[in-house]
């Protein structure tokens, strides 16, 4: 990926900034909006990054071919813009990691020096048909621990990855919020997610360190169920 802040800029400037209808948006009315960048704008990266905008926040959607990430801008207006990752990791307060994980590696190698100091938000699921045998290891690890080694000096935050896409478009199970559950060793890092978490509609429950992140990884009872937040504490012991 080559690096372009200009692309980002082209792309914005480039479509109408129609206000989103509605009241103030909430991270503006509290004063908490910040700049977030979506490396990733896939099934899971899309809908998040809309939503943030929506509720206020500034958002860089990232690819490697950002020109192609217009209809997201233009859906994420007055709020979007586009750009190649490195572009995103240096614009953004909080970048969201929504690629497979077998590319953080890389991204750790590439943009890494970019997102030392800042929060990471990981909401990646290995699979070993799509990542390979070491997909094996890293759910052996933990997934949160695991892909928090390519990225040293980051906020790290495991979140979003017991999410399916479908859940941004109907929030609810049964009239209850779909619950999130949050795993980092930066309290403030979790508290920061988890309002981010309410402001997609869903509904955070904050559960420790990143070592937990391990329980509710990909196959573990909690995973892309649906599970309310109150399910969530009552599966993984907590209050």
């Known amino acids: 990926m080559r690096v372009s802040t200009a692309v980002a800029v082209v792309v914005s400037l480039a479509l109408p900034t129609v206000p989103l209808a509605g009241q103030t948006p909430p991270a503006i009315e509290e004063g908490r ?39 997201l ?22 970048i969201v990691l929504a690629v497979p994980p077998s590319a953080i590696p890389q991204l750790g190698q590439d943009y890494g020096h970019l997102l030392r100091g800042k929060i990471v938000i ?52 049964d009239g209850v919020r779909v619950g999130v559950p949050i795993a980092s060793d930066d309290a403030e890092a979790a508290q920061v997610t988890a309002a981010l978490v309410r402001d997609v509609g869903l509904d955070p429950v904050v559960v420790g360190a990143l070592s937990r992140a391990k329980e509710f990884d990909r196959g573990t009872s909690i995973w892309e169920t649906g599970a309310s937040a109150q399910a969530i504490r009552e599966a993984l012991g907590l209050r």
């Open 33 to 71: 909006a910040l700049r977030i960048g979506m490396i990733g704008a896939g099934a899971m990266g899309a809908p998040i990054g809309l939503a943030l905008a929506e509720a206020g926040h500034q958002v860089m959607f990232s690819s490697r071919n950002p020109a192609e990430l217009m209809e």
């Open 122 to 173: 990981d909401l990646t699921n290995p699979r070993v048909d799509r990542d390979g045998e070491i997909t094996n290891e890293w759910l052996a690890t933990g997934t949160g621990e695991a892909m928090a080694e390519y990225l040293p000096g980051t906020r790290f935050v495991k979140a979003f990855n017991t999410v399916a896409p479908r859940d941004f478009a109907n929030p609810f199970r």
């Open 73 to 94: 801008v233009q859906q994420a207006a007055p709020r979007g813009s586009a750009g190649y990752a490195d572009a995103a990791a240096y614009f953004a307060d909080v």
